[in-house]
């Protein structure tokens, strides 16, 4: 709405308003819209949801007007498929596509929920996505002093997914509503038909077609619309929070039936995992969850549905675990993690995490520690230039470099040392041809067989 359009309106109110006084209507009409509005506020605002706003209204001193903004909820009847046409951001010829740098021809960033490919033409990128529920529409009214006794109320819609013809469409038949049944309050008849026929009106049933919208002058001019949002990426995230929203609130409501122990249960006693879709009851996830701590198998948290690799979100494992529990968990999933990790020892004296020098072929690592610097293959003093002097060889050497002429106290302990040195030895060379690093996620396995 321009700035003239908007001096205009409000010269006209200032107009109706006098009028009104003068024919002694104002008393009648405050009344029926303060009726209005308490009957509103009643049928749309619950304890779970809030679905009007009053954004200002008629003080005591009769001075202001009632301003509001009232949540649509559209009705679909089934599944709606919403098909996305975006620019890619290239001119329009071929050459230019073909010759366009390779960083121009990345997707938008919509998320895994929205995969995007590229047009044949290269002029546009193409994906679509199901919704049950569709985002809301925005009806903004205000009620002149002369409503509803003479005029309508001043309104205008907006939504993200309807483009301006649409929406210049509903307001013109919000119009006609108003001329059927004029003097009576009409906001709850626009609601109640617009929640229930929109999509029919603009004969949307299971497609829907998104994209940027054009400028239009002759559009912009019409003061009952707000134009469709540009930012297609907020539009389309809008509308995949809404639906998913709008599922969970209608899975709590109903029961559900557990994929473990089968039991039926109302669904706010489950955990639904989002990209899997699969649920499962509170219980039996934190039995789940234990067993895989205490076991110490964290890297196995995932959707305990066969088959399914879906990793469990940390919301849900901290929910269902103690504070305990739960740092065991923090601590577990750290530690594979650090397993993980390529360039990361442990020192062979405190065994403390130590991350290896940036060259590899140095075998280096310094513990930042105890300050001792190691070489990581045969984990003894780090030897620059010289070659890792083996496990059996230094077991030969400690036999051949046995001391003579000692006390039975120092024998004793010579052989206690010396005992277990061997065992280091022995246990160093087991792991040595035994362990290796799976060649998936580079976690530590002991050989099993072969």
């Given at each position: 709405?321009?700035?003239?359009?908007?001096?205009?309106?409000?010269?006209?109110?200032?107009?109706?308003?006098?009028?009104?006084?003068?024919?002694?209507?104002?008393?009648?009409?405050?009344?029926?819209?303060?009726?209005?509005?308490?009957?509103?506020?009643?049928?749309?605002?619950?304890?779970?949801?809030?679905?009007?706003?009053?954004?200002?209204?008629?003080?005591?001193?009769?001075?202001?007007?009632?301003?509001?903004?009232?949540?649509?909820?559209?009705?679909?009847?089934?599944?709606?498929?919403?098909?996305?046409?975006?620019?890619?951001?290239?001119?329009?010829?071929?050459?230019?596509?073909?010759?366009?740098?390779?960083?121009?021809?990345?997707?938008?960033?919509?998320?895994?929920?929205?995969?995007?490919?590229?047009?044949?033409?290269?002029?546009?990128?193409?994906?679509?996505?199901?919704v049950k529920y569709l985002s809301p529409l925005y009806l903004h009214s205000t009620l002149p002093p002369s409503y509803p006794s003479q005029n309508p109320p001043q309104f205008h819609l907006s939504c993200g997914w309807l483009s301006k013809d649409q929406l210049t469409s509903l307001s013109h038949e919000m119009e006609n509503l108003w001329a059927e049944g004029s003097q009576m309050p009409i906001l709850f008849t626009w609601v109640n038909w617009l929640e229930d026929n929109v999509l029919r009106h603009l004969g949307i049933t299971d497609q829907l077609?998104?994209?940027?919208?054009?400028?239009?002058?002759e559009v912009e001019e019409e003061t009952n619309i707000v134009p469709y949002i540009e930012n297609m990426n907020e539009v389309i995230a809008d509308m995949i929070r809404y639906n998913r929203r709008q599922l969970d609130i209608e899975f709590c409501k109903n029961l559900q039936e557990c994929h473990v122990c089968y039991c039926e249960k109302p669904g706010e006693k489950f955990f639904r995992l989002f990209e899997c879709?699969?649920?499962?009851?509170?219980?039996?996830?934190?039995?789940?969850?234990?067993?895989?701590?205490?076991?110490?198998?964290?890297?196995?948290?995932?959707?305990?549905?066969?088959?399914?690799?879906?990793?469990?979100?940390p919301y849900i494992v901290q929910a269902v675990m103690g504070p305990e529990a739960y740092q065991r968990w923090e601590q577990l999933l750290l530690q594979k993690t650090l397993d993980a990790m390529s360039d990361t020892v442990y020192c062979p004296r405190c065994n403390s995490l130590v991350i290896t020098e940036a060259e590899e072929e140095l075998h280096l690592a310094r513990c930042p520690q105890c300050f001792f610097a190691f070489c990581t293959e045969c984990q003894q003093g780090w030897h620059q230039g010289r070659n890792c002097v083996s496990d059996e060889q230094v077991l030969e050497d400690?036999?051949?470099?046995?001391?003579?002429?000692?006390?039975?106290?120092?024998?004793?302990?010579?052989?206690?040392?010396?005992?277990?040195?061997?065992?280091?030895?022995?246990?160093?060379?087991?792991?040595?041809?035994?362990?290796?690093?799976?060649?998936?996620?580079?976690?530590?396995?002991?050989?099993?067989?072969?």
């Open positions: 709405m321009t700035e003239e359009t908007q001096a205009l309106a409000l010269t006209n109110c200032c107009g109706v308003l006098v009028d009104s006084f003068k024919s002694g209507l104002f008393d009648e009409n405050l009344q029926e819209q303060q009726d209005e509005v308490l009957a509103l506020q009643a049928i749309f605002n619950t304890e779970d949801e809030q679905r009007l706003m009053i954004l200002s209204e008629v003080s005591k001193d009769k001075e202001g007007l009632f301003s509001l903004q009232i949540t649509i909820c559209p009705k679909a009847n089934d599944l709606i498929q919403v098909n996305l046409v975006l620019p890619s951001g290239q001119e329009e010829d071929v050459a230019a596509a073909s010759a366009a740098p390779a960083k121009e021809l990345n997707p938008p960033a919509l998320g895994p929920d929205v995969p995007l490919n590229r047009s044949v033409s290269g002029w546009h990128w193409r994906g679509s996505f199901p077609v998104l994209q940027p919208s054009i400028p239009d002058t879709k699969h649920h499962f009851c509170r219980d039996c996830m934190a039995d789940f969850c234990l067993m895989h701590v205490q076991q110490g198998t964290v890297e196995a948290l995932k959707c305990p549905d066969r088959g399914c690799n879906t990793i469990i979100p400690i036999q051949k470099k046995a001391p003579t002429g000692l006390s039975r106290e120092e024998e004793k302990k010579y052989q206690e040392l010396k005992r277990k040195a061997e065992e280091e030895m022995k246990s160093r060379m087991l792991m040595k041809n035994n362990i290796r690093n799976c060649p998936n996620c580079r976690i530590r396995v002991e050989k099993d067989g072969g």
